[in-house]
């Protein structure tokens, strides 16, 4: 890919850097070249469709540890341009924002075990009325959450027992766009893939459920390995920032 190549991709991928990348060109041809390369490989992947890339991105974008306000507009705009509806975009960040409830998926555990450890143990109460009615209504019967083990189980089985109210709360968030959503099933685990493995998140747990659940789905590895593409290019915001900062600096 010649200069003038590789600047007519860099304007049109939207990159933050913009103009500055001129700077780059002429100085370190060789840098330009590779992150072109690398942040292609995701945008470029023939096994997702340009429509569900451009949700995930908007995903990506708006996901609380990688949120850039600036950044937002633009993943939403290329994601109306690529046919998505505004609805759909909204169910993107609505599956996005509940990463939040990781706070509870680390923090619960921890103090089931701390709490233990002093000879309280929430998780041998018996459930009073009310958490018997929430824990039928949204985890009885359900194979997937019933599927949850080790401290995953633990956390939802701390969450009722310590805190009914945002057990009931997380319930409802979670669900809302399985409920009344239109997106494809498996879009939607591939956001969470997406959000789970973004640099900024890095969730295992989380992960482990949404590959095994995508895969359930029909995703394929190859759908799997596009949206690390996508997540991992988050990695070259590096780059970017500090091109655009040299540039700011009146280096040339």
């Known amino acids: 890919m010649d200069a003038d190549a590789l600047t007519s991709w860099l304007r049109e991928s939207g ?67 690529a046919g998505a509806s505004p609805e759909e975009i909204l169910e993107i960040l609505a599956l996005a924002s509940i990463i939040g409830m ?50 995953m189980q633990v956390f939802l089985r701390g969450l009722l027992a310590l805190d009914p109210e945002l057990f009931e709360a997380y319930m409802e968030l979670s669900l809302e766009p399985w409920t009344n959503g239109t997106l494809e099933p498996k879009v939607r685990e591939l956001v969470y893939i997406a959000v789970d493995t973004v640099t900024t998140h890095l969730y295992r747990p989380g992960l482990d459920i949404h590959l095994k659940t995508a895969l359930a789905l029909g995703a394929t590895k190859e759908e799997i390995m596009a949206v690390y593409e996508l997540a991992a290019a988050f990695g070259l915001r590096t780059i970017s920032a500090g091109v655009a900062a040299l540039a700011e600096k009146g280096v040339s």
């Open 102 to 151: 990781h706070t509870g998926t680390v923090g619960v555990p921890a103090l089931v075990e701390a709490l233990q450890a002093r000879g309280e143990d929430p998780l041998a109460e018996p459930l009073d009325a009310r958490r018997q009615e929430l824990w039928d209504r949204y985890v009885g019967g359900k194979r997937y959450w019933e599927s949850f083990t080790g401290e």
């Open 15 to 81: 990159d933050p850097a913009g103009d500055a990348w001129q700077l780059v060109l002429a100085r370190k041809p060789t840098l330009v070249a590779a992150y072109v390369r690398f942040a292609r490989v995701g945008t470029e992947n023939p096994a997702l469709d340009p429509r569900t890339r451009a949700l995930l991105l908007v995903g990506l974008e708006a996901t609380v540890t990688n949120l850039g306000f600036g950044d937002v507009p633009r993943a939403v705009g290329a994601a109306l341009d």
